[in-house]
């Protein structure tokens, strides 16, 4: 512990512009970076016997491409009165309420409706859009492995670095509540491509004959996500 927070304090003085986080993992074969655009800053990923000096001289020497890879970053879309976000790729505009009667949170007409103090609003937009892509992820994920005759043991959202899914050995499958942000096509494209490790656990030949046949096209919204992945973590950043 105490070797990390050494590392963590010469990493500080590099002065990068943005937080660096540490993280010691058992898998990895070799030092790693790799951008964190949820918290919009940097993991530094570390061998259990990798040494602080050359974990330091590693960062140093990709200062480049950290500074690149910072200023690829679009600004953080927050959550707030008059911000205009899309939900399940249909542009909606946060607008307060004061009327006390009221709901706390709803999605109608092309706007996002908010009561309550502005202090408040973002975090109460995120948990209604998390609660949203929960039901919404949920029933399609559900309608699509009955199709495949298989079931589901949990569908759960989370905030994760990397993945836009994933499907465990005992079919318990997560997504991204940031994909709530997607069009439709790219939403049911992630949940088809989980649900499809139902049958194949890996990605074969096999396991993309199965995707194709939940949704009628796989490259237009793979080809989506990877352009606009550092947009969709931007919203509430």
Known sequence: MAALEALDQRIRKL?????????????????SLRVDSAKRGIELVL????????????VAQHRGWIAARVAAMP?????????TVPVLGVPHRIRRVVEPE?????????????RGEPEHLPRRVRDHLVAFARREFTARTR???ARLG???????????KSRWGSCSSKGAISFSWRLVFAPEPVVDYVVAHEVAHLVEMNHSPRFWRVVASLV?????PRAWLKRHRLELMSYGA
């Open 15 to 31: 002065e990068l512009g943005v937080p660096v986080a540490i993280r010691v993992s058992e898998r990895a074969r070799r030092l």
């Open 47 to 58: 061998p259990r016997r990798a040494s602080g000096d050359a974990a330091f001289g590693f």
């Open 75 to 83: 600004p953080p879309l927050r959550l707030v009165d008059g911000a």
């Open 102 to 114: 009221a709901s706390p949170v709803t999605i109608i007409d092309g706007e996002i409706r908010v």
């Open 143 to 145: 309608a699509l492995a």
């Open 150 to 160: 298989k079931s589901v043991t949990r569908v759960g959202v989370r905030d994760p």
């Open 216 to 220: 009628p096209d796989t490259t237009t």
